[in-house]
C-alpha cells in the first residue's frame, strides 16, 4: 500500500494560509499606528501623535498584531516539516486580541459612525484600525487558524483585556481626571453617559462577540476535522477502523518530517463515529502513538544505513 497521508496537502494549504492572513493582519496594524503616530494634529480626533496609545482602538489592533506575529514561527515550521500545529497559548491570545478588535469594529460602525459620519470613522488610519485589521483578523481566526476547539472556559480569556483597558480608562478618566494629568473622556463613556450604562452595555457585547467568535471558529474546526476523516475513509475504502488509524500514523510520520507527536484524536473521533466499529477512542489514539513511534524508528534504522552506505 502507498503510504501518503491523503490529508496532507490539504494541511499545507492550511498552514500557507494562515501565515499569509497573520502577515497580512500585521503589517495593516502597522501602517495604520504609524500613521496616527506621524499624524501630530487632526481637528476631528484629539488624541494623535504619541498620545494615540490612549486609545483601545490602536491598543487592541497592535494586541491583535503581536498575536498574529506569535502563529508565525509556528506556521513557517508548519510549512517546513509538514506538521501543521499552533499551542493552545497561541490560539487563546488570537482569541482574545480578535474579540478585542472585533469590538473595536461594531463600537466604530455603530455608534461612532452615526455620531461623526462613516467617512471621518473609516478613512486614513482609521481604514485601517477600525475597519480593514478587525475584518481580516476576524477571517484569519474564525477560518484560516482553526487548529483545535475552544472550550467555553475560555471565553474569560477574551473578556480580560477589555477588562483592563476598562480599569485604565476609569482611573485616568475619573479618578485621576484631566485636569491632574490624566485623560479626556474622548469615548464619552464617563460623562456623555451615566458610567453603569457603559458597564451594562460594553460587558454583555463583548461576552456575545467572544462566544459568536468560538462559535464560527470551533465550526470550521469541526468541518476540518470531518474531512480529513472523510478523505481517509476514502483512501482505504472498507478497511478495518484499527487499520485505517495506523495508516494515518505512518502516513503522518513519513509525511511530516518531524519527530513531534500530535494524536488527531478528534480525527479518529469522527472516523469511529462513522465506522459502527467497537474500537474506543482511546484505543484508537494509543493504536496512532504506537505507530507513529514504530514507524519513526524504522524509519531512523534506514537513515543510519544509508548513511554508513555513503
Known sequence: MDIRDPSFEKTMTQDLLALISAVTVAVCVCVGVVMNLTTLYDVDFDNMGIRTFCMFTVNSNIFEGIAMLMALPYTIDGLRKGHYHLPNWCVKLMFSSTTAVTLTFLVSLFILSPVKGFRLIFSGS?????????????????????????????????????????????????????????????????????????????????????????????????????????????????????????????????????????????????????????????????????????????????????????
Request: proline share 3%.
Open 126 to 310: 482609521r481604514f485601517f484600525l477600525h475597519g480593514v485589521c478587525p475584518i481580516l483578523a476576524i477571517l484569519t481566526f474564525t477560518i484560516f487558524i482553526c487548529d483545535h476547539f475552544i472550550t467555553v472556559k475560555e471565553i474569560i480569556w477574551a473578556l480580560i483585556p477589555v477588562f483592563l483597558y476598562a480599569v485604565v480608562y476609569f482611573v485616568m478618566v475619573v479618578v485621576i481626571g484631566e485636569e491632574r494629568g490624566g485623560w479626556n473622556d474622548f469615548y464619552g463613556f464617563a460623562t456623555r453617559v451615566p458610567l453603569w450604562v457603559s458597564i451594562i452595555v460594553i460587558t454583555p457585547l463583548t461576552f456575545g462577540i467572544a462566544a459568536l467568535l468560538r462559535l464560527c471558529h470551533n465550526k470550521c474546526c469541526l468541518r476540518r476535522r470531518q474531512q480529513d476523516a472523510a478523505l481517509y475513509r476514502e483512501a482505504l475504502g472498507k478497511a478495518d477502523i484499527r487499520d485505517i488509524v495506523k495508516y494515518m500514523a505512518r502516513a503522518r510520520r513519513r509525511e511530516s518530517n518531524t519527530a513531534d507527536i500530535v494524536v488527531p484524536a478528534r480525527t479518529i473521533w469522527h472516523l469511529v463515529e462513522n465506522s459502527g466499529s467497537d474500537m474506543s477512542l482511546s484505543e484508537g489514539c494509543k493504536i496512532y502513538l504506537d505507530t507513529f513511534l514504530e514507524t519513526g524508528a524504522v524509519l531512523e534504522q534506514v537513515s543510519n544505513i544509508e548513511a554508513h552506505q555513503v
